[in-house]
């Protein structure tokens, strides 16, 4: 295996392991990461920071620390969507390998065989996974109406597969952050690089909601009878309700970043970008 060495010193690789072991452990104190959560970033930022250097880690960065400052403040601002999410604002693992998977496989290939695609398509799936991300933190930041993606009918907020006019700006966001946080290191025109971008996470957040409307795990509260992702629900255990048990919002959130990913191909194919 030839790691390409004009990039990636022994040097990069130790400050890159140190920098991760930070950032996990500063994590886990304040409580972004549960410490699951805490060791699997460790080991993927490793990774990421190690073998890609500042550019590789600037936007990963921008993705986790904005998304998980917007978790705990939409937290402090409306508690009452909580009742559907299966998991609280604190990310564990799988939540980690959901979201940052794909980029640690990217950064490693890039190490081996290095070509600005892999750069291009990091972007586009940490596009696709910020946009949803915040699609659903500021969408849920205040009530609002929100619709089944699928059919428009009305559903209450929070539910997966729920769109609202504020979660859609809140997708735009999510991409524009990371959209400045590539900017310094791409190779095509800026108008180029706009539409790639904001096209992916628009398009990897939008599967996400059609995935969570269709074939993701939903149980239904035998309490309440509000169906939720949660396994528990008033204190009672919810029953399977609708969607395949093994989807949950973390494989569906995956399925968004390769979604991304795969669209971000698709442009490049078809419109020559
Ligand atoms: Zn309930």
């Known amino acids: 295996m030839i790691l390409n ?3 990636i010193s022994v040097s990069t690789v130790l400050i890159g392991i140190l920098f991760a072991a930070l950032i996990s452990g500063i994590s886990f104190r304040v409580k972004f990461l549960t410490l699951s959560g805490s060791i699997a970033t460790f080991i993927l930022a490793s990774f990421i920071f190690g073998l890609g250097g500042i550019k590789w880690s600037v936007p990963i960065l921008t993705f986790f620390i904005l998304s998980s400052i917007l978790s705990k403040l939409r937290k402090k601002k409306n508690e009452n969507v909580e009742i559907y999410f299966e ?3 604190v990310r564990d693992y799988l939540q980690v390998i959901a979201n940052g998977g794909l980029g640690g496989v990217l950064v490693v290939i890039n190490a081996i065989h ?3 695609i892999y750069y291009m398509i990091y972007l586009a799936t940490l596009s696709a996974v910020c946009a949803d991300t915040w699609a659903t ?3 849920t930041w ?3 109406a929100t619709y089944n993606i699928l059919n428009f009918k009305s559903v209450e907020q929070g539910v997966s597969g729920g769109i609202s006019a504020i979660g859609t700006i809140g997708a735009v966001l999510g991409s524009i952050a990371i959209l400045f946080s590539g900017i310094l290191w791409i190779d095509i025109s800026y108008i180029h690089y706009t539409i790639l971008i904001i096209t992916t996470g628009l398009f990897g957040s939008m599967i996400d909601s059609i995935l969570g409307a269709t074939i993701q795990a939903q149980n ?3 309490v309440c009878n509000k169906v939720t992702e949660k396994n528990v629900h008033c204190g009672n255990e919810a029953n399977h309700f609708s969607g395949y048990k093994w989807i949950n919002n973390d494989v569906v959130n995956f399925f968004s970043g390769i979604a991304g990913a795969l669209f971000l191909l698709f ?3 078809t419109i020559k970008i």
Do not use: F, M, Q, R
């Open 5 to 7: 060495a004009s990039e």
């Open 87 to 89: 998991k609280s604002g």
């Open 114 to 116: 290095p070509n600005e």
């Open 137 to 139: 933190e500021i969408g």
């Open 142 to 144: 205040k009530k609002t």
């Open 220 to 222: 239904k509260c035998s």
């Open 267 to 269: 442009l490049k194919a």
